[in-house]
Nanobody, 131 residues
Framework: EVQLVESGGGLVHTGGSLRLSCTAS????????MAWFRQAPGKEREGLAV????????FYADSVKDRFTISQDSAKSTVDLQMNSLKREDTAMYYC????????????????????????WGQGTQVTVSS
């Protein structure tokens, strides 16, 4: 069973930093995309950054490209999101997703000009930024 588990969320003051991690397990694939999303209450899910697990190519939403960095550790099967200069509007539930089959809730998202279908999602980790 393919599975994604996020960690690293928490409470941080404005201007601070957090590093989120997404650990993948059960993936029989070596080449696929993984991405980070967020969703604030009452708002639509927003794609933030995506990385190709084979080539390492990255794509970012304009809203975060100067503050967030997506990276991968192939040995640990993790994809991280380093978030700097956090703002109150960054408060949301953060999710990671992978472009592999896994559920009926798959959907195409376009992040930084890259359209990818995502079929597996994690349960999310909460990030709260306070002033």
């Amino acid at each position: 069973e393919v599975q994604l588990v996020e960690s690293g969320g928490g409470l941080v003051h404005t201007g601070g930093s957090l590093r989120l991690s997404c650990t993948a397990s059960g993936f029989p694939f070596s080449s696929y995309y993984m991405a980070w999303f967020r969703q604030a209450p009452g708002k639509e899910r927003e794609g933030l950054a995506v990385i190709h697990r084979g080539s390492g190519s990255t794509f970012y939403a304009d809203s975060v490209k100067d503050r967030f960095t997506i990276s991968q550790d192939s040995a640990k099967s993790t994809v991280d999101l380093q978030m700097n200069s956090l703002k109150r509007e960054d408060t949301a539930m953060y999710y990671c997703a992978a472009s592999v089959p896994g559920s009926r809730d798959g959907k195409v998202y376009r992040i930084g000009g890259k359209s990818v279908w995502y079929g597996v999602w994690g349960q999310g980790t909460q990030v709260t930024v306070s002033s």
